[in-house]
Each structure stands twice: as C-alpha cells, then as structure tokens.
C-alpha cells in the first residue's frame, strides 16, 4: 500500500555526518509512525530513531541520541535521518519503515512497511 525508498547512504570517515531520505508513496505518512532500524553484519536488526504521528514526538537509542536527527516533511512525504558524529560502530544498512497504528512501538516486527535500505559505512 506504501512504497518506501531510501537514498543518501555512503560512505564517511569518522566525524562526518550523513543525511538519510526516506520517500513514501502510494500512501500518506502524516498519520503513520516513522523510524529508522539499521542492522549491520553478524548482528541483529536495531532501532535507531522514530517519529509518532499521533503525539509528534521522537525517539532514540541511547547509542545515538545527541548524534542522530529524525525528521519529516509530510507536504514532501518524506522522513529524514541526519546523522552527525558518526562512529565506526554506525556502520549498517540502514532500513526506514511506516507503521500505520495506533501505538508507538521500537519493536521492528510492529512496523507494516520497509525500504529496501541504504548502505551507510563509516571510516576510521
């Protein structure tokens, strides 16, 4: 029902900064929850941050909040990641997702909707 497509990964030394975009289609985002999961090889799949339709809010992991943004342009449908300070231990794919609910959830088995990912590789 929603199409979900990432671009802005690459590569970056430590230090560096990144802006993740995510563009939906098909179906507004404006009463969907956002968030971004990345997973990086040997390791499982983990949230990094979101956005609550409902309350507006934003959520982070520990290991990012300070460094990492989210963000959304609902007139562009579109959700962002800006990501500042990054670590080596950023390095992942990193996945955006929508959930159509009435509940804000971390847990990536809640979300209906995922992209197709973005390689992100920090350098030290």
């Keep these: 029902q929603v199409q979900l497509v990432e671009s802005g990964g690459g590569l970056v030394q430590a230090g560096g900064s990144l802006r993740l975009s995510c563009a939906a289609s098909g179906r507004t985002i404006s009463n969907s929850h956002m968030a971004w999961f990345r997973q990086a090889p040997g390791k499982e799949r983990e949230f990094v941050a979101g956005t609550s339709w409902r309350s507006g809010s934003s959520y982070y992991a520990d290991s990012v909040k300070g460094r990492f943004t989210i963000s959304r342009d609902n007139a562009k449908n579109t959700v962002y990641l800006q990501m500042n300070s990054l670590k080596p ?29 973005t390689q992100v590789t920090v350098s030290s």
């Design 89 to 117: 231990e950023d390095t992942a794919v990193y996945h955006c997702a929508a959930r159509y609910g009435s509940t804000w959830s971390t847990t990536s088995t809640a979300y209906d909707y995922w992209g197709q990912g």
